[in-house]
């Protein structure tokens, strides 16, 4: 009898800690989507401060115009209307992005697409993620067309821009890793691409035959080096050696190694 006691007991301790356990992974999903959405908040002040910065540098250029719907004077930046051809291009282009969102319309997509996912996701934390998921990819978009919008304006105000001009947006957001193993586990597929056209293409590797430094073949990518701008790769021998007296990628000037470590021959 106390025996069977006993094991009722057991048993009863093993499920609340079993309850307990999954209570604490709950709560675990939930800091680990506040520190993400922290991370997201901290680069959105950046960029804003960035931004900002850029813009009030840029409209001290423009020529302003008076105002005469007050008293005061009032000195807002004139619309210009003849743009050079490079003006013309850069608006275009943000134009483009600013109706792709509209057509698009990525925010009812990250909702049919974590929709999909939660109907089919018998566990709460999956859903949890879900939910998750689209908190943080409204933010990133809003983030990212409010971007879009701030260029247009400024453009619209410029009478010309050099042709290398570069917007500079932030970058469009994808999906993060836990929502995509989530939605892979359960859906055995990969998450359709939302607004593909603007999603920054990740910089393919080159495939280098030779060291640069040596101008000997680079048989396999076996004690090799790479810059993770460029994607260049060097023998070890030869970039360690360069290092210590440049620092930077041989080709793009990239700083490759720490200062500390690879100090500057004088």
């Not at 009898?1 to 999903?29: A, D, G, H, Y």
């Not at 020529?63 to 490079?86: F, G, H, R």
């Not at 990740?202 to 810059?227: A, Q, R, Y």
Request: glycine share 0%; proline share 5%; hydrophobic share 30%.
């Amino acid at each position: 009898m106390e025996n069977v006691e006993q094991k009722e007991i057991m048993e009863m301790l093993k499920k609340k800690l079993q309850e307990k356990e999954e209570e604490l992974q709950k709560k675990n999903t939930v800091i680990e989507v506040l520190e993400a959405e922290k991370e997201v908040i901290q680069q959105e002040n950046q960029e804003n401060k960035k931004t900002i910065k850029e813009l009030v540098e840029k409209l001290q250029t423009v020529k302003p115009v008076t105002s005469t719907m007050s008293t005061q004077t009032m000195e807002i930046p004139a619309p210009v209307i003849d743009l050079s051809e490079n003006a013309k291009d850069a608006l275009f282009t943000l134009l483009n992005v600013r109706n792709t969102l509209k057509t698009e319309n990525p925010m009812r997509k990250i909702q049919e697409v974590t929709d999909e996912l939660s109907k089919k996701a018998s566990d709460k934390e999956t859903q949890i993620t879900a939910k998750c998921e689209v908190k943080l990819f409204e933010r990133k978009t809003n983030f990212y067309s409010n971007a879009v919008n701030s260029h247009i304006k400024w453009v619209m105000v410029q009478s010309d821009l050099p042709s290398n001009w570069d917007p500079r947006l932030p970058e469009f957001p994808a999906y993060t890793q836990k929502f995509q193993t989530a939605y892979k586990t359960i859906l055995k597929a990969d998450p359709p691409k939302i607004c593909e056209i603007l999603l920054k293409a990740p910089l393919e590797e080159l495939e280098d035959t030779e060291c640069v430094i040596c101008s000997d073949d680079m048989e396999s990518h076996k004690e090799t080096l790479k810059c993770e701008k460029c994607k260049r790769r060097y023998h070890d021998g030869c970039i360690s050696k360069w290092l210590k007296v440049k620092r930077t990628c041989p080709m793009c000037n990239e700083l490759m190694l720490d200062e500390e470590e690879f100090p500057q021959l004088s």
